[in-house]
């Protein structure tokens, strides 16, 4: 019952920025979790950045003080502001939400990040 629709995705040069939205409909209440993470071919599908309820980040080493997650609860969306890219950051990326009580989780479809050199 809980939908996330990502956008914001697209190609961009090594150094530029991108800024990814996560809309969420559906059963939406509670303490929960907001996040990205991402997949590049042949790799596993890693935690990007995630926030939680009250608004408290937690970043990957390899995107610390260059990406920047928040999110809006009445909106029910959460962004990731994406700086300072590097080709490295390529993959396809994900909105999560997770509700810790209740332990279950959803995805998004993903929207494809490119970064060229």
């Known amino acids: 019952q809980v939908h996330l629709v990502e956008s914001g995705g697209g190609l961009v040069q090594a150094g530029g920025s991108l800024r990814l939205s996560c809309v969420a409909s559906?059963?939406?209440?509670?303490?929960?979790?907001m996040g990205w993470y991402r997949q590049a071919p042949g790799k596993q599908r890693d935690l990007v950045a995630r926030?939680?309820?009250?608004?408290?980040?937690n970043y990957a080493d390899s995107v610390k003080g260059r990406f920047t997650i928040s999110r809006d609860n009445a909106k029910r969306t959460v962004h990731l502001q994406m700086n300072s890219l590097k080709p490295e950051d390529t993959a396809v990326y994900y909105c999560?939400?997770?509700?810790?009580?209740?332990?279950?989780?959803?995805w998004g479809q993903g929207t494809q990040v490119t970064v060229s050199s």
């Open positions: 999560n939400v997770l509700f810790r009580w209740r332990g279950d989780e959803y």
């Open positions: 559906g059963s939406i209440f509670g303490n929960y979790d």
């Open positions: 926030i939680t309820i009250g608004g408290s980040p």
